[in-house]
């Protein structure tokens, strides 16, 4: 039943390949959004909540070259960016296909 709501709502999880990782914080609007577009994608994606840990933003800021905003996602160790990168890689139609690898 959930493979026909899926196909019904152009959800294709089982295409999905890619390791997703995304720092966030809790309250983030921006990190829901984001979260939100991936679970729509049928993502399993590895969430770092960084509130209040400075160690994490830390290792999040080395990982991204120095960016300290949440969200910050990678597709298989690949900085995708924030929320706003992540919705216009899905507008451009990369997106899935990045998932897909």
Same mark, same amino acid.
């Given at each position: #039943?959930? /493979?026909?709501?899926? @196909?019904?709502? !152009?959800? =294709?999880?089982?295409?999905? &390949? ?16 984001? &979260? #939100?577009?991936?679970?729509?994608? %049928? ?5 770092? &909540?960084?509130? %209040?840990? !400075? +160690? @994490?933003?830390? &290792? #999040? +800021? ?16 690949? =900085?995708? %960016? %924030?929320? /706003? /990168?992540?919705?216009?890689? /899905? ?11």
């Amino acid at each position: #039943m959930l /493979d026909s709501l899926n @196909a019904l709502l !152009g959800r =294709h999880p089982e295409r999905v &390949k890619a390791h997703v990782e995304i720092y966030t914080w809790q309250t983030c609007p921006y990190c829901i959004r984001a &979260k #939100m577009l991936l679970w729509w994608k %049928g993502v399993n994606y590895t969430e770092y &909540k960084i509130d %209040g840990n !400075g +160690a @994490a933003r830390v &290792k #999040m +800021a080395e990982r991204t070259n120095g960016r300290r905003t949440v969200p910050q996602i990678f597709i298989n160790d690949q =900085h995708i %960016g %924030g929320c /706003d /990168d992540l919705y216009e890689l /899905d507008t451009k139609g990369q997106l899935d296909p990045l998932l897909a690898q």
